[in-house]
């Protein structure tokens, strides 16, 4: 229906048309922030080193592969997506600041962080706590600050107010995620803790090099034994240092008898060794290769790297979330909480018409779905949809055939 120009003109909005300039202070809307304030942020010692690279790009591929919510048949095999509001979450919106995708990034993201983090649901139709009937509406990701027997406490981020508040809520009803390298990255003495331990230490040893101190010893033509001499030693240094803050490049004189040793030579240590060899014994126990970081790696390496370090993940979410969020009725009703990886997306474009031409002459898929994978749009014809093998005949029932008419039968009823 088309709208006339007196409507467009009676109900048009502008955002900075008619717009009070003092509106927002006369208004209270929640307190403001110049950052993101639900925003995860590592513990301190990792946002300073590569372990936090590592924690993104992990976090990154995790988020990468889909996590719906699905009705199975009896036989554990995938029949549809259910349009729930939990599916809706997982795919579309999880909360007021996040989308379904950079939801699952902070809870992998956490979870490497952390070691344990729990999927809180903020908002749900009835009181989660009294019933097992209830829809999701809204999930957070939540740090786990005490645990209980049949309890936990956790600090949640409040979208209302704007602040994380700590809330004691029912381990039935959270989804308690644990990082199944938990011993490589969590525990005290793990590989990663060791390895943060000594790249800090670096940094320390880097500052202190890196400082403005000059580290000078000055070697006087007099033994320095009483207050008197130590105090005219004492007169000599200040003097040395203010020829150095007060000249325009540095330079400073000295007596012909005075000497000057400088000690500011870089340290030599096994710093850089050790943290190389602690990085590359990290990156073998979690399945993880340089050619994953800059991209160049091959197909079985990406798929050694999947399945050694991203599934173990995905696996540890999408269980805990089918144990907390599912009741015994709905699972067996054949809902779950699964991740479908999409197996054509680091396929390269010269391989797409062999994969094709197979999966659809083995009638696995139709046209139409695989050009959905290329990106195309389906076609109309009915024909796109059928599950069949192009290379053979079609056999229809619309074709017209000659009848044949045996001698015998044409000399008993013709003349």
């Excluded at 406490?153 to 029912?170: A, D, F, H, I």
């Excluded at 325009?248 to 190389?276: C, M, S, W």
């Amino acid at each position: 229906m088309a709208i006339s120009f007196g409507d467009r003109l009676k109900h048009a909005w502008n955002a900075f048309n008619g717009r009070d300039p003092h509106q927002y202070f006369r208004r209270d809307i929640g307190t403001s922030y110049g950052y993101r304030p639900d925003r995860q942020r590592f513990n301190l010692g990792v946002d300073r080193s590569i372990i936090a690279s590592v924690y993104t790009k992990l976090a990154m591929d995790v988020a990468s592969v889909k996590i719906m919510h699905i009705r199975q048949d009896q036989n554990g095999r995938f029949l549809e997506e259910i349009p729930s509001r939990l599916d809706r979450c997982l795919t579309l919106e999880a909360n007021l600041d996040q989308s379904g995708r950079a939801f699952i990034q902070d809870v992998a993201a956490s979870m490497f962080d952390e070691g344990c983090v729990a999927i809180v649901p903020v908002e749900a139709s009835v009181d989660i706590t009294k019933t097992d009937s209830y829809q999701i509406e809204k999930l957070r990701v939540g740090k786990i600050v005490e645990w209980y027997p049949k309890y936990i406490r956790v600090s949640v981020y409040n979208e209302k107010t704007g602040e994380k508040e700590e809330l004691l809520m029912p381990k039935r009803v959270c989804a308690i995620v644990e990082n199944p390298f938990y011993s490589i990255m969590n525990e005290p003495n793990s590989i990663l803790q060791r390895l943060i331990r000594k790249m800090n230490q670096l940094d320390v040893v880097d500052d202190q090099i890196s400082s403005g101190k000059l580290d000078l010893i000055i070697q006087l033509p007099y033994v320095v034994r009483n207050k008197l001499k130590e105090d005219a030693a004492e007169q000599r240094r200040k003097q040395i240092e203010m020829q150095l803050v007060g000249s325009k490049y540095g330079i400073a004189y000295i007596d012909g008898t005075e000497r000057i040793t400088q000690l500011n030579r870089p340290a030599e240590n096994n710093f850089l060794e050790q943290i190389k060899y602690l990085t590359s014994m990290l990156f073998n126990q979690l399945g993880m290769t340089e050619e994953i970081f800059n991209g160049t790696a091959d197909e079985a390496t990406t798929l050694n790297y999947f399945n050694r370090s991203i599934e173990p993940c995905l696996a540890a979410i999408t269980d805990a979330m089918n144990r907390a969020f599912l009741t015994q009725t709905a699972r067996t009703q054949g809902q779950r909480i699964i991740y479908l990886r999409d197996p054509f997306k680091l396929v390269p474009v010269s391989q797409i018409s062999e994969i094709a031409d197979k999966f659809t002459r083995n009638e696995i898929l139709s046209p139409n779905e695989i050009r959905a994978i290329v990106g195309y749009r389906p076609v109309e014809d009915p024909a796109a949809d059928e599950l069949r093998n192009r290379n053979l005949n079609q056999d229809t029932d619309a074709q017209t055939s000659i009848p044949v008419v045996e001698e015998g039968e044409e000399g008993q009823n013709g003349r």
